[in-house]
Each structure stands twice: as structure tokens, then as C-alpha cells.
């Protein structure tokens, strides 16, 4: 089955610490991995994607994320973490059963930037 | 500006209520979806329409029912067979770019049964 996984229900770092937020995926074929984000009572913002190319990936707000195959991870990260960067970040992957662009999404991940 | 737009924003329902939550976009897209978010579960689909008059039940869609006669619109009913409805809805679209920038949401309808 497809699925994706976020192990942290809570990530806490201190401001200007570099921060993580994890994600695993199981797929049948090539993955397409998104992450979003989402702040308090508020749709989802895109923030940056893989779907083939460089491992590493640079989205908005000077987040990056790491395509990893042999793990089947792609781990959120930041060099220096803001305030501003508190939200619920959610890791998401196309279902390739569906024959559609249907995506499913992690539980997501509540990281909180401390001042 | 082209978006989503989800109304109303807060919306309460008394037992027995049949409700509907609004979702229209402006951006051309195909594809549509509705997704229920709990706390610590994350985005369960309810439906989702890839096309003007048809649509698919998604892994949650008991209790629920929708339409999509307009391109540009997709409407979710919580009736009352669904028992636990109290959380907060989010719709999506997405298009032709749906790979290089995945799913475009709406705000939200956060329902309350009262």
C-alpha cells in the first residue's frame, strides 16, 4: 500500500537552530513528494516539491528538503529556524493507484520555533 | 487574483442537520477535492471530481455527499447520517501543473455541531 509517514507529531527548536522535520514514503513507482504548510485555521501553502533531478531541493521561505531513495525519506530542513516558521508542516506523496493526481498526506508535523 | 474560496469560514450545525459547505475556484482547474482534517490525523479525502458531472468517494465518504455541475464548483453536504462531523474541511483544486505545484487550497470551514 502507499502511504507516507511523519514519526513526530512535535518538533521544538530553538530560534536560529537548524531545524528538521521529517517524512518517510512508501510507493509503487517514482515518488512525488510535496510539502506544505499550514498555519492556524488556514488552507495549506505549497512550499516546495521533488519529483525528479537534484536530491536536494530549495522551496519558499528558505526551506529545503532532501530526497533521499535508499531511505525513502524526504526530510523538511532549515539552516536557521524563526519564530515566523512555527505552523503544521504536512508531507504528501501522489497515490499512484488511483491512476489520478490524487495525493496522500502525512498526519503532519506541528514544529514550534522557540524565541 | 485566481483562487480558492471556501464559505462560510465558521459554520454550526444542530443534531439532525443537513449542512453545505461552498467551495468555488477561478483558476481553470479540472480537478477538485475535499479533505476533513482532525487534530493528529492529518487530511482524510472525503470526494474528489476530476470532471464537470462525475465524482469519487474518497476513504471517508459516509455520511457526506457532493455535485459538481460546474467546472467551477463543488459542494460538500454533511447530512445527518454522518455522526461525528464537528472538524474543520478543506477543499482543493488542482490542474494541468498539479506536478509542479501540487494541490491549490481553500481556507477552510471549520463546522461545529452545536
Known amino acids: 500500500a502507499q502511504s507516507v509517514a511523519q514519526p513526530e507529531d512535535q518538533v521544538n527548536v530553538a530560534e536560529g537552530n537548524p531545524l528538521t522535520v521529517k517524512c518517510t514514503y512508501s510507493?509503487?513507482?517514482?515518488?512525488?513528494l510535496f510539502w506544505y504548510v499550514q498555519y492556524p485555521n488556514r488552507g495549506l501553502q505549497f512550499l516546495l516539491k521533488y519529483i525528479t533531478g537534484d536530491n536536494l531541493v530549495k522551496g519558499s521561505y528558505g526551506f529545503e528538503a532532501e530526497f533521499n531513495k535508499s531511505q525513502t525519506s524526504f526530510h523538511l530542513k532549515k539552516p536557521s529556524a524563526l519564530v515566523s516558521d512555527s505552523a503544521l508542516y504536512f508531507c504528501a506523496v501522489r497515490d499512484f493507484t488511483s491512476g489520478t493526481y490524487k495525493y496522500i498526506f502525512g498526519t503532519g508535523t506541528r514544529l514550534k520555533v522557540l524565541a | 487574483d485566481g483562487g480558492i474560496t471556501q464559505s462560510p469560514k465558521y459554520l454550526f450545525r444542530k443534531e439532525g442537520q443537513n449542512v453545505t459547505l461552498s467551495c468555488e475556484q477561478n483558476?481553470?482547474?479540472?480537478?477538485m477535492y475535499w479533505y476533513r482534517q482532525d487534530p493528529g490525523q492529518g487530511l482524510r479525502l472525503i470526494y474528489y471530481s476530476q470532471i464537470v458531472n462525475d465524482f469519487q468517494k474518497g476513504d471517508i465518504a459516509e455520511g457526506y455527499s457532493v455535485s459538481r455541475e460546474k467546472k467551477e464548483s463543488f459542494p460538500l453536504t454533511v447530512t445527518s447520517a454522518q455522526k461525528n462531523p464537528t472538524a474543520f474541511y478543506l477543499c482543493?483544486?488542482?490542474?494541468?501543473?498539479?506536478?509542479?505545484?501540487?494541490?491549490?487550497f481553500g481556507s477552510g470551514t471549520r463546522l461545529t455541531v452545536v
Open positions: 483558476l481553470n482547474h479540472d480537478a
Open positions: 482543493a483544486s488542482s490542474g494541468m501543473t498539479v506536478l509542479l505545484y501540487g494541490y491549490t
Open positions: 510507493v509503487s513507482g517514482n515518488p512525488y
